[in-house]
Nanobody, 119 residues
């Protein structure tokens, strides 16, 4: 089994910054791609940022130039640095990891962390 623990969400004023973390633990053989997704109330879940095992990144159009995704392979952790936050960034943010365990390879999702951008 794999557990993902997210942290770093909260309330921030427009223009502010937050850093999200997602740590994977369990019987992990390998972690491939890691990513962050978000779902605002009444909307579909969307890609925020993704990072491959080799470090290549991909960002949603709405966050390009403001958010940065990184990973620490030694800690099985992915980070999302969010800057110049806007009210429309308000959402529940979920991390996802592509993991190989003894049971095979599949995606795992975190429980989600609320980010609220408001004055």
């Amino acid at each position: 089994q794999v557990q993902l623990v997210e942290s770093g969400g909260g309330l921030v004023q427009p223009g502010g910054s937050l850093r999200l973390s997602c740590a994977a633990s369990g019987s992990i053989f390998s972690i491939y791609a890691m990513g962050w997704y978000r779902q605002a109330q009444g909307k579909q879940r969307e890609v925020v940022a993704e990072i491959t095992g080799a470090g290549s990144t991909n960002y949603g159009d709405s966050v390009k130039g403001r958010f940065s995704i990184t990973r620490d392979n030694a800690k099985n952790t992915v980070y999302l640095q969010m800057s110049s936050l806007k009210p429309e960034d308000t959402a529940v943010y979920y991390c996802k990891t592509d993991v190989r365990t003894v049971a095979g390879r599949r995606d795992y999702w975190g429980q989600g962390t609320q980010v609220t951008v408001s004055s």
